[in-house]
């Protein structure tokens, strides 16, 4: 059973920068895809960003440019940099990984950008 392991989040200016890193653990070998989706207030969870374990990314056309997501296989990391954040970037993250069939979440982390 893997487990999805999430930090980073928290409350932050607009303009400003937030990193969230998620770490799997328990099992976590073949992971396969790893991304971040995330779910404002009265919104269904749509996806933000998401790699291949090869590195290839994809990005929703709402944080491209602004948001970049890499990868460190050896430690089952995903890293997320947030910058130039705007309010309607408010919302709970939620990291997911992929392995095989099965589908993993993490508990999810705040991100909240106000003034």
């Known amino acids: 059973q893997v487990q999805l392991v999430e930090s980073g989040g928290g409350l932050v200016q607009p303009g400003g920068s937030l990193r969230l890193s998620c770490t799997a653990s328990?099992?976590?070998?073949?992971?396969?895809?790893m991304g971040w989706y995330r779910q404002g207030p009265g919104q269904q969870r749509e996806m933000v960003a998401r790699?291949?374990?090869?590195?290839?990314?994809n990005y929703a056309d709402s944080v491209k440019g602004r948001f970049t997501l890499s990868r460190e296989d050896a430690k089952n990391t995903v890293y997320l940099q947030m910058n130039s954040l705007k309010p309607e970037d408010t919302a709970v993250y939620y990291c997911?990984?992929?392995?095989?069939?099965?589908?993993?979440w993490g508990q999810g982390t705040q991100v909240t950008v106000s003034s």
């Open positions: 790699i291949t374990p090869g590195g290839s990314s």
């Open positions: 997911r990984a992929d392995q095989r069939e099965n589908v993993y």
């Open positions: 328990g099992g976590a070998f073949s992971i396969g895809i």
